[in-house]
Nanobody, 120 residues
Framework: QVRLVESGGGLVQAGGSLRLSCTAS??????FAWFRQAPGTDRDFVAA????????YYEDSLEDRFTISRDHTKNTVYLQINSLNAEDTAVYYC???????????????WGQGTQVTVSS
């Protein structure tokens, strides 16, 4: 069982930046991803990264402002978000799966989420 813990969320002004972190309890050799869920909506895919960190996959509309990366030495995956706007307000979730294949679904492990709130 892999436990994922997100951090880095908070209240930020529109136009600002945040870096979210997701630390795994054990080394995980598969794919990691970030999702987000705004109030009253479904949870949406944001980005994914493979084990080596050589391949990334983004929701098309977010690729210009979001960057996913990982640090194996820390068992941590990051999500850098720039030029934040009110539509980015959501709970951001980290997910992982054993399969080292980029994709939007079939993740085995989920974190509890971290709240990001963007003020205008």
């Amino acid at each position: 069982q892999v436990r994922l813990v997100e951090s880095g969320g908070g209240l930020v002004q529109a136009g600002g930046s945040l870096r979210l972190s997701c630390t795994a309890s054990t080394r995980t050799y598969g794919t990691f991803a970030w999702f987000r869920q705004a109030p009253g909506t479904d949870r949406d895919f944001v980005a994914a990264i493979n084990w080596i960190g050589s391949q990334t996959y983004y929701e098309d509309s977010l690729e210009d402002r979001f960057t996913i990366s990982r640090d194996h030495t820390k068992n941590t995956v990051y999500l850098q978000i720039n030029s934040l706007n009110a539509e980015d307000t959501a709970v951001y979730y980290c997910a992982a799966r054993r399969a080292n294949v980029l994709g939007r679904g079939d993740y085995d492990y989920w974190g509890q989420g971290t709240q990001v709130t963007v003020s205008s």
